[in-house]
Nanobody
Framework: QVSLVESGGGLVQAGGSLRLSCAAS????????MVWYRQAPGKERELVAV????????SYEDSVKGRFTISRDNARNTAYLQMNNLRPEDTGIYYC???????????WGQGTQVTVSS
């Protein structure tokens, strides 16, 4: 059974840091790119960061460049999102997603809440 479980969210003051984790199981983790999305209240879900299946390529949404770092540990089937210098506008539900472009296969986690107070 496929599972993606996010953890690490919480309430933090502006300027603080959080590290999100996404533990995967039930599929071949190393065949999938991992993506972090977020959805702020009343807004569309937006892509935050992507890491390739092998971990060599990453990309970020402009507003998080230089503050967030996506990584993965293929031995542990886990992806991470290190978030530093958090801002109130980073508040939202953060979702991890596994994508395999060659097949279109996509899996989603249930999300973890991140709240940044000013």
């Amino acid at each position: 059974q496929v599972s993606l479980v996010e953890s690490g969210g919480g309430l933090v003051q502006a300027g603080g840091s959080l590290r999100l984790s996404c533990a995967a199981s039930g599929f071949t983790f190393t065949s999938y790119a991992m993506v972090w999305y977020r959805q702020a209240p009343g807004k569309e879900r937006e892509l935050v960061a992507v890491i390739s299946s092998g971990g060599r390529e990453t990309s970020y949404e402009d507003s998080v460049k230089g503050r967030f770092t996506i990584s993965r540990d293929n031995a542990r089937n886990t992806a991470y999102l290190q978030m530093n210098n958090l801002r109130p506008e980073d508040t939202g539900i953060y979702y991890c997603c596994a994508k395999r472009p060659s097949t279109g296969s996509t899996y989603w986690g249930q999300g973890t809440q991140v709240t940044v107070s000013s």
